[in-house]
């Protein structure tokens, strides 16, 4: 599960130092092989990056593009809807094109002024501690690919589309960076793979997947449902929970089916009053004693 947390389809290298992307079953582009050749290269081009670079720069087809239109469009409606203000004011902020897949250095380069985090090129897999780490740094590691355009409105792993759309709007605002910047302090703190998990967790229930109570409903602010066409419209039927540390952080979750259990904070105010307690002060023992409370093994 936590191997899997960030990207779901690894890469090997090849004795050519490349790199191949191994798609799971039912993966919409599995039987697909100018889909997966163009995860390769991408996935090759990420890999020889090095820090201090600028992110590899990607020649998308109008295939490519189409499928970004149609997403963005989706979702153009379901946002005003569906999601909560402050991810309004991101968007807003951020002004990200609908029309085609913007260049991740681009998108960096509107982001730093803003709240001085950049992207960094991911080719697949990022261990959790460097993923989660880099955050302390005000980076994000983020793919480049798009999704399968035979299924455009659905992808079982984070795309572009997810990196870019869901999280880069959040990253454009303060309110969320300050959250972000505190999980990656953590990451950083914790030692044992226990409390590194538990953290990841938290994460995963708030700024992948967390939703907030607002005058006018419940609303989502995480990015896995604001890029998600269809998860945006079931979040609300799903098992809303209220926002509890340690349930989040001792409950599991399939990354590849939408989320059955979601954390409602009562505000904004709430989530970055709790959970950025939380991880601002958290340690391998505060944890420990969490967990236990739990009875996590």
Not at 71 to 95: I, N, Q, S
Not at 114 to 135: E, K, Q
């Amino acid at each position: 599960m936590f191997e899997e947390g960030q990207y779901f389809a690894p890469v090997v290298a090849k004795k050519d130092g490349s790199l191949t992307v191994r798609l799971g079953e039912g993966h919409p582009g599995l039987n697909d092989p100018d889909y997966r050749a163009r995860r390769d290269l991408l996935a090759t081009q990420a890999d020889r990056w090095q820090p201090g670079e600028p992110a590899p720069r990607v020649d998308y087809t109008d295939e490519e593009h189409e499928v970004w239109r149609v997403v963005c469009e989706d979702l153009r409606d379901k946002h005003r809807t569906y999601a909560c203000r402050e991810f309004l004011d991101g968007k807003e902020a951020l002004g990200l094109p609908v029309d085609h897949v913007p260049q991740l250095e681009d998108v960096s380069d509107r982001i730093e002024p803003m709240t001085g985090f950049r992207y960094r090129p991911a080719a697949g897999l990022v261990p959790l501690r460097d993923f989660y780490g880099a955050l302390a740094d005000h980076s994000f590691w983020a793919t480049q690919y798009v999704r399968h355009h035979s299924v455009p409105l659905y992808t079982p792993e984070p795309d572009v589309l997810h990196e870019v759309v869901g999280h880069g709007n959040t990253l454009a605002d303060r309110r969320f960076t300050e959250l972000y910047e505190a999980a990656g302090a953590a990451a950083r703190r914790v030692e044992s793979t226990e409390a590194l998990e538990f953290v990841s967790k938290v994460f995963w229930f708030t700024l992948e997947f967390g939703v907030v109570h607002e005058d006018d409903g419940l609303k989502a602010y995480g990015a896995g449902i604001l890029s998600s066409p269809g998860e945006i419209e079931e979040f609300r039927h799903m098992t809303i929970r209220p926002l509890d540390i340690v349930e989040m952080g001792t409950t599991d979750y399939d990354i590849t089916h939408y989320q059955e259990v979601l954390f409602a904070a009562s505000s904004f105010g709430q989530l970055r009053d709790e959970v950025g307690t939380f991880w601002d002060g958290c340690t391998d023992d505060s944890i420990a004693a969490m967990r236990a409370s739990a009875g996590a093994a």
